[in-house]
């Protein structure tokens, strides 16, 4: 009978049942569980629950799909277990199933193996059947390779290392490799076939060179603490990294936490359904191959610099393409030809995903494609909850295809883009503040039917455009270009956006059926609250935004809820904003972030013949909509007030 800690088990394979099974999609995805009972049959979902998200098409993975009841279970026999005893440059171990060679130890046998004492300058190799499960339980070892991996698993079917309850463990690399047989070792602990790291202790991993922990196939992490430094990468798998539990503490010279397969798109996934994560990075924080699906877990992320290594790289003042006057008759980045017509059902005609880029060989020194993102996925990226603090220097959340957020607590603050998709924004629900950005949110197209987002950005604060982010952190130019298929849709949730850019900004259409949106910005005459190519169609919802008048758009005529856009006296930050009913109602209030000298206001009240009170700061005024929408219809606004605009006395 092997020894586990039964309540703990029990309790945590519930609760990751529970959150994985609404996420079921490719049962295995790649991965071999033949030390199972677990169904692994797999099903199909979503629950991302915006009726305008985009149907994605990527894996999902559950649970049960990525770790088996063995890698859940941190006990072991202590009986029938081999007890290996380090004497610093040499072992000890009765078992016929352990060699060694001074301070080389090799396992060829299944079974479980206890390590306890000080290995310098040596190795634990285990070169079993393909058919052998091996556990190798760490119990105050202390391993150094000065040349090499302190574990290398050249050859078995599986290898669980579990860190003994109250143990304390180091294992290390001296700052170099040598090749010791065919194989390209490059990290302290290095595994060819499937890895499972678990336990209840600690494990402290220093990679003077080279990275923390890899798997040239499948990674999973379930439970244990774990303190790494590393060159490169801390922690790398081929196939997937797939974590359960524990606390992980990385400092890292590339990714945190990398996977990626060169040989089959469809791996190289990365799966967090809980866990406790400090990471710091010169590369990505957590970047997936395939995708990235989190569920659950806390995470501090800071990558490169920081937010404050770029901030400076994205200000209006700095002359790039927003900088106000800069754009004459007309925006550089947006056709001025016939607007393409709005979609009458924005979710029919969604863009297809958008191959991946090939991530940098793991060997590479190229730091000029270096990537220094927060989360980051080749694939879909799906947000399914937990809390994240991200300070990055380039994107805070990216996808090459789509993101999908379903729940969660966000801080972030980028250099670049707060969430960034080439294809599909989807937000259904969670907590989203981006405290600085270049560019708050940016897809081709973005679907929020719910959730509280707030963002400061020192451009756009939504950007719905066409094509991938290719101009990236550290000196962009808008690389997106019009398209029919480009749009913004809100349906629901609270947005408060304080944009030094275009409030909200599509290359295509928009379309706002509810939530409430709140602009406040821009403060510039290069930029308005609402900037569309194609149509601004208000069904429901709130909309309320203060900016400068210069470049201000209304909504189109073709809208079916009243929208109001009246130039006003100059107002300042922090005057209050409010629209007043006949009745004395207040149907909309909110307070300016920035100077201002327009409003832009709809809600469901506001409807043609009736006339209503507006207070901006210490000016009022009585208007009454002499049509649904009132003020400058569509197209931009002039320097000049134009016909049908309403100045307030």
Not at 58 to 84: C, M, P, Q
């Amino acid at each position: 009978m092997k020894l586990k800690n039964s309540i703990l088990q029990v309790m945590l394979i519930v609760s990751l049942l529970c959150t994985g099974c609404s996420n079921a999609g490719n049962a295995n995805a790649g991965k071999d569980n033949k030390d199972t009972d677990n169904n692994t049959s797999g099903n199909t979902g979503n629950n991302a629950s915006s009726v305008n998200t985009v149907a994605n098409t990527a894996k999902r993975v559950s649970a049960s799909d990525v770790f088996s009841d063995r890698d859940l279970e941190t006990g072991y026999d202590k009986n029938s277990a081999a007890v290996i005893k380090l004497n610093v440059k040499s072992a000890s171990c009765s078992s016929d199933a352990v060699k060694t060679k001074g301070s080389k130890i090799t396992i060829t046998d299944e079974g479980t193996y206890i390590i306890s004492g000080t290995l310098q300058d040596g190795m634990i190799v285990v070169d079993a059947d393909k058919s052998d499960k091996i556990q190798i339980v760490l119990n105050g070892a202390n391993i150094s390779s000065l040349t090499s991996a302190a574990i290398y698993v050249l050859k078995a079917d599986k290898v669980f290392i579990t860190t003994a309850a109250k143990s304390e463990n180091t294992l290390s690399n001296g700052g170099t490799y040598k090749a010791v047989d065919e194989n390209n070792i490059d990290s302290v602990i290095y595994s060819k076939e499937d890895l499972t790291l678990n336990g209840e202790g600690s494990l402290a991993i220093n990679a003077k060179a080279g990275h923390g922990i890899v798997s040239k196939d499948s990674l999973v992490l379930a439970g244990g603490e774990y303190n790494i430094t590393a060159e490169k990468h801390g922690i790398s798998g081929k196939d997937d990294v797939s974590v359960a539990y524990g606390n992980y503490k990385i400092v890292s010279g590339k990714d945190g936490i990398h996977a990626e397969n060169t040989d089959d798109e469809s791996l190289g996934f990365v799966y967090i359904s809980g866990g406790t994560f400090d990471i710091t990075s010169e590369g990505d924080g957590i970047s997936g191959g395939a995708f990235g699906q989190i569920e659950n877990g806390s995470f501090k992320i800071k990558t490169g610099g920081g937010s404050e290594a770029a901030s400076n790289n994205h200000t209006p003042e700095k002359g790039d393409m927003h900088k106000p006057g800069h754009w004459g008759g007309g925006r550089p980045d947006k056709p001025q030809g016939t607007p393409p017509d709005a979609p009458q059902d924005m979710s029919k005609d969604m863009p297809q995903d958008t191959p991946p880029d090939t991530e940098e060989n793991s060997n590479s020194t190229n730091t000029d494609t270096a990537s220094i993102k927060g989360i980051k996925a080749d694939g879909d990226l799906y947000l399914d909850g937990g809390e994240f603090e991200i300070n990055s220097e380039d994107d805070c959340l990216h996808s090459n295809s789509n993101i999908v957020i379903t729940k969660g607590d966000y801080k972030m603050a980028s250099g670049d883009d707060g969430v960034h998709a080439d294809s599909d924004v989807s937000i259904s629900d969670g907590t989203i503040n981006i405290s600085e950005c270049y560019e708050g949110i940016e897809g081709k197209t973005i679907n929020i039917s719910g959730g509280d987002i707030s963002l400061v950005s020192s451009d756009d604060g939504l950007n719905a455009s066409g094509g991938a982010d290719g101009s990236g952190y550290g000196g962009r130019g808008d690389s997106f270009s019009a398209s029919d298929d480009v749009y913004i849709s809100i349906s629901g949730g609270t947005i408060n956006i304080n944009a030094s850019g275009d409030g909200v900004d599509s290359n295509g259409n928009l379309a706002i059926s509810g939530g409430q949106t709140y602009v406040s910005g821009p403060s510039n005459s290069g930029n308005g609250a609402l900037d569309y190519n194609g149509e601004a169609i208000i069904s429901g919802g709130i909309f309320a935004a203060s900016s400068v008048s210069g470049m201000a758009q209304n909504f189109s005529t073709s809208s079916g809820q009243g929208a109001m856009l009246v130039t006003t006296e100059a107002g300042t930050s922090g005057d209050e904003i409010s629209l007043i009913g006949k009745d004395g109602n207040v149907l909309v209030s909110w307070k300016a972030e920035k100077d201002y000298s327009c409003v832009n206001i709809s809600c469901p009240e506001l409807v043609k013949g009736e006339t209503y009170t507006l207070t901006a700061g210490k000016t009022v005024s009585e208007i009454t909509m002499t049509d649904l929408i009132y003020g400058e219809e569509e197209g931009r606004m002039p320097g000049a007030m134009g016909g049908g605009r309403h100045k307030l006395s």
